[in-house]
């Protein structure tokens, strides 16, 4: 019964694992985009609400 239980632990830890390689390879990903203007300037304007000094932003108020 002892076995039963440490192989579903051992499958638990294994899942966790491979979802902590997955939040790396992503992290990994964004850093090296780290030097992307473009990228930076995206965010800057989706997360931000930045833009341009002579950039006009239009918003529909309707949000369609």
Same mark, same amino acid.
């Given at each position: 019964m002892e076995i039963v239980s440490k192989q579903e632990e051992l !499958?638990?830890? #294994? $899942? $966790?694992? =491979? =979802? !902590?390689? #997955?939040?790396?390879k992503e992290i990994k990903r964004q850093i090296s985009l780290g030097d992307d203007q473009t990228y930076l300037a995206r965010i800057a304007r989706d997360k931000l609400g930045m833009g341009y000094s002579d950039e006009h932003v239009f918003r529909d108020a309707a949000g369609s």
């Open positions: !499958q638990m830890v #294994i $899942q $966790q694992c =491979e =979802e !902590q390689r #997955i939040s790396n």
